[in-house]
Structure formats: structure tokens, C-alpha cells
């Protein structure tokens, strides 16, 4: 269970500090699929990183199970709550192999069976074994985001969190990526926190929504309401329209393929 209560996060400061995020209020149930969504701006990776752990300083409060969160949290502990970002260009490193990105965090947590482990999650994610030795630039756009997502589910997370994790990628691919995710939280009942600006991928992939602007959350709701039009602020319905047409290919292709 996640909680955030009355969560607040400024940056900057003087004349300069502006609140970033304000007032979050949410609770995140054990094996739930949550998504924020928003324009860009809106907050919505800054309640993510809070989540993660990566925030120093916040009002309010962070509970994961009831226990404080934040960058005080154990290894065991951040071990349980693992992220894929938009870029995984940018988050693999670029002289490391796959084997070599895929058993670092293993190496770390001192876990054993490290060969079986990666053979497992390359596996998992549809990826071959002639992609275990090759460097991040050797593989696709696709494949790399499923090395990131390779990488957050070896340590068996029981929370994922996902900051845009199909936006850099072309539609087609966006759709093979988002299947993935949903069948790996089918088969590991993980609890998943998902940011994105799309309405269409938060409405397939989460059970529930909240709309993020300028720092606070506008309404929250399932996203069976979402889809059918039932948000009432009229920023959300304006979300909703604004992005239907993109909506409409990307349901297509999803649909398609699930
Ligand atoms: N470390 C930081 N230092 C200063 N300002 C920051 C920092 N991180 C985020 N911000 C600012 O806080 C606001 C919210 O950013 P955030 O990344 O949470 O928005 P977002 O909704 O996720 O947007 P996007 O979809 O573009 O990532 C923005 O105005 C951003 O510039």
C-alpha cells in the first residue's frame, strides 16, 4: 500500500521557489495499477520520484506499508521498488553489455544464481539469447526499453514505477511495450504507479486514474469512467478530447495486438 498524505514539493528559492507539487493526497492499494496523468509540467514525475525515494525534502507524508518513505529507506527496502524511465538510451550504460546491465543490480543486493536469474528475465521480456552480449546501441528502441524493464523486475519488485515508459518509442512499438507491462503485472501481481501524458495508454494499462495540473491532483477515478467521458472537471475532458485521434490509433494497435 501506497500513501501519500497531503504531499507537497517545492524547488528553488527566495523569490524564486515555486510549489511543484501540492497537497497530493492518495492511497495506492497492494496489486493496483495507478496512472497520473497530465500535461507536461503538471507534477506528475515529481509525485513519482517522491514515491521512489528520490526527494529530499517534502511536506506532508510518504508511506510504503505504513513505514516512511524517502531516502533514508534500506537497500532491502528500494529493492522492492524498482523504475523504468522514458529514455532507456539515456538510463543504460552505453559501454555496458546487456549481461553486464542485467547483473549489476544482483551483484549489488548480493543475490545468487545471477546466470539463471538474467537467462529468466531476458526471457521474460521477449528478448533472445544472442541479445544477452550485445551493447545497449546494438538493439532497438523496443528492446532496449525491455532491457530497462528486464532490469526493474530481476530484483522481483513488488512496485513498479513507470515515468512514460513507451513515449520515445513509435506507436506500433508502444503498443508491443504496453503488453508487456501488462502481462509481466498480470503474472507478478506487482503494484504499479504509471505517469504519462496519454490518456489512452493510462486508460488501457491502470485500474485508476488521477489528473495532475499545476501540482495538484483535479480528480481521481477508474479508468472505465475515464474512457467513457464520466471525469467532471472539464480540464480532464479537455485532456481527453485534445489527444482522441492518437487515442483511436493507439487503442487500435493495442487491442490488436492483446
Ligand atoms: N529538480 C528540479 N529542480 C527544479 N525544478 C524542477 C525539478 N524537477 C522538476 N521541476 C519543475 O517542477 C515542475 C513539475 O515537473 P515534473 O517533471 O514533475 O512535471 P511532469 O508533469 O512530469 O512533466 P513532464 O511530463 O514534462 O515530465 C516543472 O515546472 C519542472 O520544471
Known amino acids: 500500500m501506497i500513501q501519500l498524505d497531503d504531499l507537497g514539493v517545492s524547488f528553488g528559492k527566495g523569490t524564486r521557489r515555486f510549489d511543484a507539487v501540492r497537497n497530493v493526497t492518495l492511497d495506492i492499494a497492494e496489486g493496483e ?8 509540467g503538471s507534477g506528475k514525475s515529481t509525485v513519482l520520484n517522491a514515491i521512489a525515494g528520490l526527494i529530499g525534502s517534502y511536506s506532508g507524508a510518504i508511506r510504503i506499508d505504513g513505514a516512511p518513505a524517502g531516502p533514508q529507506r534500506t537497500g532491502a527496502q528500494r529493492r522492492l521498488l524498482q523504475m523504468v524511465l522514458q529514455d532507456p538510451y539515456g538510463s543504460l550504460h552505453p ?10 543490480p544482483l551483484l549489488i543486493q548480493r543475490l545468487d544464481g545471477i546466470e539463471r536469474r538474467v537467462e529468466h528475465a531476458l526471457a521474460d521480456v521477449g528478448l533472445k539469447p544472442e541479445h544477452r552480449f550485445r551493447f545497449p546501441h546494438q538493439l532497438s528502441g523496443g528492446q532496449r526499453q525491455r532491457v530497462a524493464i528486464a532490469r526493474a523486475i530481476i ?3 513488488r512496485i513498479l514505477l513507470l515515468d512514460e515508459p513507451t513515449s520515445a518509442l513509435d506507436v506500433s512499438v508502444q503498443a508491443e511495450v504496453l503488453n508487456l507491462l501488462r502481462r509481466l503485472r498480470r503474472e507478478r501481481r506487482f503494484t504499479t504507479v504509471m505517469v504519462s501524458h496519454n490518456l489512452a495508454v493510462v486508460a488501457y494499462m491502470c485500474d485508476r486514474v488521477a489528473v495532475m495540473s499545476r501540482g495538484r491532483i483535479l480528480e481521481t477515478g477508474s479508468s472505465a ?13 479537455q485532456l481527453w478530447n485534445a489527444s482522441s485521434g492518437y487515442n483511436r490509433d493507439l487503442l487500435k494497435e493495442l487491442w490488436d495486438d492483446a
Open 225 to 237: 469512467e475515464l474512457a467513457k467521458g464520466g471525469f467532471s472537471h472539464p480540464y480532464s475532458r
Open 33 to 40: 495499477a495507478f496512472g497520473l496523468v497530465g500535461e507536461s
Open 95 to 104: 559501454r555496458h553489455t546487456i549481461d553486464k546491465i542485467l547483473s549489476e
Open 155 to 157: 530484483l522481483e519488485p
